[in-house]
């Protein structure tokens, strides 16, 4: 069917396959098509939906005896949710976007989310993404205590129905006395942030926030300043924060030298991805390079050289001193679907990256491709990190199957696909001769050369998150989708202890909802173990550090989901939160 509403015309599909033959053809439709396009005004832009996106380049239908050039009606978007993730790209000035679920995680742990699309005459003017299950969503955060010359007061402010006009902070000394109040302004979409001169004979006691709707509505929020410190004995104080305006997902802080790398994505128009430069000492930006899509995963750097790998496939190496581009290189022309969202590989000046047949390997100095993959797979994309070893690389395809490739020629190896290793939302970790990983609801211990199983487990945990196991000496730790983390004893695989953590602020585990009348305590975030301790950041916005049995040592307030994995320099930890934030934490 067809229908017009503001500017464009939009047409609505069929999908001309599925898992069973349909009732209709493709000549079928493109017939309907034909006579529908050739009413519509030539001067309205077409914006076509489908339940997929199935054509070729040129956006030419073609049937066994029918075809049809949609870009000869002003075909502007291509609307369509078929691989349950979130993905826009623009094809020969087209947008083709992709939306999954806004009540859960998609296949490939993209954020439960629904779109605003604005259209006018001219066609697609701007998409946002919005993040669902976010009713009033306010939190004050802490505030660095090393400074003495401004009051910096950083306001997370989200509501997914509601429209936010302007936040305002009053506050007050410890007579009670307000001492200033003054408007907030927007930084990215969650944050609202100002710096507020101080002095400290003021002895600011208290922060009062009050929050604007568009619908009138206000919300309020009191704020303790003398709470920031935390106990004497609280072992992470806050340096400083910076937020970037995209959001960031499971690109992980890269500290080298005095220089912090980290990269940006924009699950709507495509304003905000790029890759960054910042001071580890203080946050101030260095220098910004935008990217062609998505950065949503690893960063590597050797030799003064920054890697990269956008979701559609894009390479980026660039100079780590001032973020010119040496060299940059798709990993395909035509096919920009599945996405890339895994995390690529780095050893002896080669980096792996790609997806199935466009698994490849490449000289960082030259861009020179050393091997490219040959295996024909489908599947989804998946946000395992690959893991490499002297002999081997370790990927995987979501709904397909965990692989094995010889190193250093890309010769494939071995696949698993049975015992539910076939969903690869995480990734594996090679200890001494063992490879640890997990399936559907199961834990496994196989041999890295052979793929074959040396012992597993079959649990009722969910494991479908972006983390891999972390080991030690005695133990299995492993992030779930609903139950925080858990730690399994490393030669039985027998559970040892659990710390659950609270509700995630947004959904990201593949189907992991509200929906199932169960707590969400999701953590994609791997864990790391240093001095003693674990740490990590949640989806339910805290950064967390627990004993080596499970007991929580403290909780720090980030305020937006963490899906990152944390950045250790020494006594400094940073760490990068959804909202697109990177905060500075130090040990006490």
């Known amino acids: ?229 935390g106990p004497a004995a609280s072992p992470l104080k806050i340096i400083w924060r910076k937020t970037l305006g995209g959001n960031i997902w499971k690109t992980r802080p890269l500290v080298v030298d005095n220089q912090l790398f980290i990269g940006t994505m924009d699950d709507g128009l495509g304003r905000q991805q790029a890759l960054y430069a910042l001071s580890k000492e203080d946050g101030k930006q260095l220098w910004k390079a935008p990217t062609t899509n998505s950065i949503k995963h690893t960063l590597h750097y050797v030799d003064g050289i920054l890697l990269a790998t956008d979701v559609a496939g894009r390479v980026y190496a660039l100079n780590g001193r001032d973020g010119d581009i040496k060299w940059t290189k798709a990993l395909t022309e035509t096919s920009r679907i599945p996405t890339f969202v895994s995390g690529p590989a780095l050893l002896d000046h080669t980096y792996y990256t790609g997806l199935g047949d466009r698994l490849s390997a490449f000289d960082i100095f030259t861009g020179e491709t050393r091997w490219r993959a040959t295996e024909k797979v489908g599947g989804e994309a998946t946000p395992a990190a690959f893991e490499v070893t002297d002999k081997m690389l370790y990927t995987g395809i979501n709904w397909n199957a965990l692989f094995a490739y010889d190193r250093e020629t890309g010769q494939f190896r071995w696949k698993r696909n049975d015992d539910g290793l076939r969903f690869r939302s995480g990734g594996v970790t090679v200890h001494r001769d063992t490879l640890y990983t997990t399936g559907l609801n199961g834990l496994f211990k196989l041999d890295p050369r052979t793929g074959k199983t040396l012992f597993q487990r079959t649990t009722t945990d969910d494991f479908k998150v972006m983390a891999s196991p972390l080991i030690t000496e005695n133990l299995l730790i492993m992030p779930t989708s609903t139950a925080g983390i858990k730690a399994f004893d490393r030669a039985t695989l027998t559970e040892k202890w659990q710390f659950q953590t609270g509700e995630a602020l947004v959904y990201t585990a593949p189907y992991s909802t509200t929906d199932q009348r169960q707590i969400v305590a999701t953590v994609e975030s791997n864990v790391i173990e240093s001095e003693g301790n674990l740490y990590f950041g949640a989806s339910d916005g805290y950064f967390y550090i627990l004993d080596m049995d499970g007991n929580l040592q403290q909780k720090v307030k980030i305020g937006a989901p963490i899906f990152a994995d944390p950045f250790i320099d020494n006594d400094r930890i940073y760490v990068a939160d959804f909202s697109g934030t990177v905060t500075c934490l130090e040990r006490r």
């Open 1 to 229: 069917y067809s229908f017009e509403a503001g500017p464009a015309h939009f047409v609505v599909t069929p999908m001309p396959h599925g898992d069973y033959k349909p009732s209709y053809t493709a000549d079928q439709i493109i017939r309907w098509l034909k006579k529908d396009l050739a009413l519509k005004d030539p001067d309205k832009p077409l914006i076509f939906i489908n339940h997929d996106f199935f054509t070729g380049v040129n956006f030419v239908l073609r049937g066994e005896h029918e075809e049809i050039d949609l870009q000869a009606f002003n075909l502007q978007a291509w609307l369509y949710g078929h691989w349950h993730n979130n993905y826009v790209f623009k094809q020969n000035g087209v947008y083709v976007v992709c939306s999954g679920a806004p009540n859960k995680g998609g296949i490939d742990n993209s954020a439960g989310q629904f779109l605003a699309i604005d259209i006018n005459k001219d066609g697609v003017k701007d998409i946002r993404s919005i993040y669902t299950n976010l009713q009033s969503h306010i939190q004050i955060l802490p505030i660095p205590m090393d400074r003495t010359d401004i009051l910096p007061i950083d306001v997370i402010a989200y509501d997914s129905e509601r429209q936010i006009t302007n936040v305002v902070a009053d506050i007050y000394d410890k007579r009670g006395h307000r001492i200033s109040s003054t408007a907030l302004s927007p930084v990215g979409a969650w944050h609202w942030q100002q710096a507020i001169p101080a002095r400290p004979e003021l002895q600011v006691q208290e922060i009062c926030v009050t929050i604007s709707y568009a619908d009138g509505q206000y919300d309020f929020r009191k704020h303790r300043v003398e709470d920031d410190s």
